[in-house]
């Protein structure tokens, strides 16, 4: 394996096996997904759902060619009724879930019903993508694979978790892609695709979340039979491009007279806190009357 950079936490890690069209990607999070989480003080069922989207995520944006956000976005009538992950092309991740209800039984998902979205917003100006998808019986990582089974059609293989390892919270994904075929690459290798599914299938959330195993180290046992190449990781951060005041100031001044009625307390200020990273601002009544032209 080609030397890089090491990483114990908090990296994407691209990768690929040589003379195949097998492509992956490596994610590991700890202390800055331990950040998001505990920011917002979720119950466990939702903190788990959370961290296993921002994973995921990570590991499909970084399939993205251009500079830009990208969104994995669901909505469902479970207990966690809402989760939406975004990360930039520089690795800034946020995100936040929509919580209510009893937790959901042993056994099922707690997004319920519903759909998954990944949204791609380029930061050229260039057109938006997304993709939309009903979610799967088996949760978020079943309802990836359905996704790229129906509307992408690259045959793909996904191990992801989330979960406390001494006390901390961690989230891991595994990803691998085979691409389609083009005329300079080899023939199809059917017999390498299903035995690295099968390697798949043996990857669990006690290798995905060991603080104590390096990803390459795992990668190495997985794929050590294979001409495994890794390129360099692209580190993880908590960060949030809410834009802080300004950004709230701008919003309010797009609000119409009714809509910003509706958001004032009786003596007319109001509060805005940003959803990923709970900031909070206030503005008096005078400051709300300002923003939008309202007037007594």
Known sequence: MEARAAFRDNYVRPFRLAGSRVRGRLVRLGPEIARILDRHAYPDVAALALGESLAIAAALAQSLKADGVFTLQVEGNGPVHRLVADLDTTGLMRGFAGFEGEASPPGSSPLGMGYLAFTFDPTDGGE???????LAAGGLAPSVLHYFHQSEQI???????????????RAAALML???????DQPEDQEELWTRLGHYMQTVG????????????????RLFHRDELRVDPALPLRDGCRCGGRARMETVLRALSAKDMDEMCREDGSLEMVCQFCGRA???????????TGMSD
């Open 155 to 169: 045959d793909t293989c996904l191990a992801s978790a989330c979960g406390r390892r001494g006390g901390a919270w």
């Open 281 to 291: 601002e206030a503005f008096s009544a005078v400051e709300a009357v300002a923003l």
């Open 128 to 134: 938006r993508y997304q993709g939309v998808v009903e």
């Open 177 to 183: 892609q085979r691409l389609p075929k083009d005329q």
């Open 205 to 220: 959330p006690d290798e995905l979340l060991d603080p104590a195993l390096p990803g390459d180290a795992l990668l190495l």
